[in-house]
């Protein structure tokens, strides 16, 4: 069998994700996804990954993941989740998913099986609107700037909600059996700062939505805390401080993840559990963190962190060391489906991020099945492969852009 064909998908309604497409002389189509910088990724499939993969075996998944990640040695360095290695992760997953169909089995199984039935979710609370900007100077429209207040776009305007009503939000989730969520209340204030200082004000409105839940909901749902990277350590200190009496679940990605001295100064600093970082692409940007315990759970995005082969590779590392493993989810269907079948193979695996706005909305809208959520446990698909392929009407959208380079 040989790869005949690479397609690269942009559609504009989902202007922050790529798919690709590998094809076969066996007629087999392997899906992968990656997220923001398509037009990046997408020159890198057409210019350097796509030429060297055509007329190539595609099961042979870690010679191919060794060979692209190798070439990037000499021009942009081994580590990182730029452009280059989007596309290799994308690429990678749609290797995965040929694989899958060549031996009639799901991708877990090929991993080495299921370690369990069903995975706990948690849901970040974010809004319904896709498509976030990340071009310097956009102001983040959508992502974690709010709505107006009482103007939801649906049922699940988790974004909003978060802010100005944590508690009936928690007991929302508490009624889909969803026990744990995920808020970002200091992006604001980070934002205003730029990181660097945070008032006594700020503080109190940004800890007011754990004050809600607590209040009156007392330990029945966790609490996780997103802070993106924006803060300096000191200000990030003291908001773990802050965040003590509340008992979050995790702190995650406090500051930016390129010192991993700060990273472990800072875990060394708090009894509460640090997570990170879905920022770090490849093993090789993993194994110090991890080595170096600046985290207690490992998270990673299989879409930018090297693919499936790197995703099981760092998930088996973090087993060395009894640490916990739980995939990110805030991007794309596919990029769920696929961290979902590493996290039910890893015998560390935590937890299952969510985004119930998307799960029940857009994510719908491009592939044709998605893994079952049942009183705040999500299934693993069983069909070969990744289990799922894009919605037919995905392709036929005037608003879609595909590209393909053939050998």
């Known amino acids: 069998m040989r790869i005949t064909a690479i397609d690269t ?25 990656t997220s923001f910088h398509g037009e990046a990724v997408a020159g890198y499939v057409h210019e350097v990954a796509g030429p060297y993969l055509l007329g190539k075996d595609p099961t042979r998944i870690d010679l191919h993941s060794r060979t692209l990640l190798k070439s990037l040695m000499a021009l942009v360095a081994y580590q990182g989740s730029g452009a280059e290695v989007r596309a290799i992760s994308a690429l990678d997953v749609a290797l995965w998913d040929i694989l899958g169909q060549i031996a ?7 991993l080495g099986g299921l370690s369990r039935d069903a995975i706990r979710v948690y849901n970040t609370c974010n809004g319904y609107r896709p498509g976030w900007k990340r071009r310097p100077g956009d102001p983040g429209e959508g992502y974690w700037r709010l709505l107006a207040a009482g103007k939801p776009e649906g049922p699940y305007e988790d974004l909003e909600g978060f802010i100005n009503r944590a ?18 209340p200091f992006n604001a204030a980070a934002e205003a700062s730029g990181g660097l200082h945070i008032s006594a004000a700020e503080l109190r409105t940004a800890l007011e939505p754990f004050r809600r839940v607590r209040a009156r ?25 802050a965040l003590e009496e509340f008992e979050p679940y995790w702190l995650e990605d406090p500051v930016k993840m390129d010192n991993v001295d700060v990273l472990a100064d800072y875990a060394a600093s708090t009894r509460l559990t640090v997570c990170g970082s879905e920022t770090l692409g490849t093993r090789a940007e993993f194994r110090e963190v991890i080595e170096r315990r600046a985290v207690g759970i490992v998270m990673f995005d299989v879409g930018w962190v090297g693919g499936i082969s790197e995703a099981r590779k ?5 087993e060395t060391h009894h640490l916990p493993v739980a995939p990110h989810d805030a991007t794309g269907p596919i990029a769920l489906v696929a961290g979902n079948h590493v996290v039910m193979n890893a015998p560390n695996g935590l937890i299952q991020e969510i985004v119930r706005s998307f799960y029940a909305t857009w994510y719908r809208d491009i592939v044709t099945e998605l893994p079952a959520i049942e009183n705040g446990m999500m299934r693993p698909l069983a069909g070969p492969g990744l289990g799922t392929r894009l919605q037919p009407a995905l392709l036929t959208r005037p608003d879609a852009r595909i590209r393909t380079c053939r050998g």
Not at 104 to 110: E, F, T, Y
Not at 167 to 184: F, P, R, T
Not at 217 to 241: C, T
């Open 167 to 184: 508690d009936e939000l928690a007991e929302s989730l508490l009624a889909e059996g969803i026990g744990a969520m995920k808020i970002y």
């Open 314 to 318: 760092i998930a088996a590392h973090a």
């Open 9 to 33: 998908i942009q559609v504009a309604a989902w202007p922050h994700l790529l798919w690709v497409r590998v094809h076969t002389d066996a007629g087999l189509i392997g899906l992968g996804e």
């Open 104 to 110: 009639g089995l799901p991708i877990h199984a090929l």
């Open 217 to 241: 909901l007392g330990d029945r749902i966790d609490l996780m805390v997103d802070f993106h990277s924006l803060w300096n350590l000191p200000q990030a200190k003291r908001i773990a401080r």
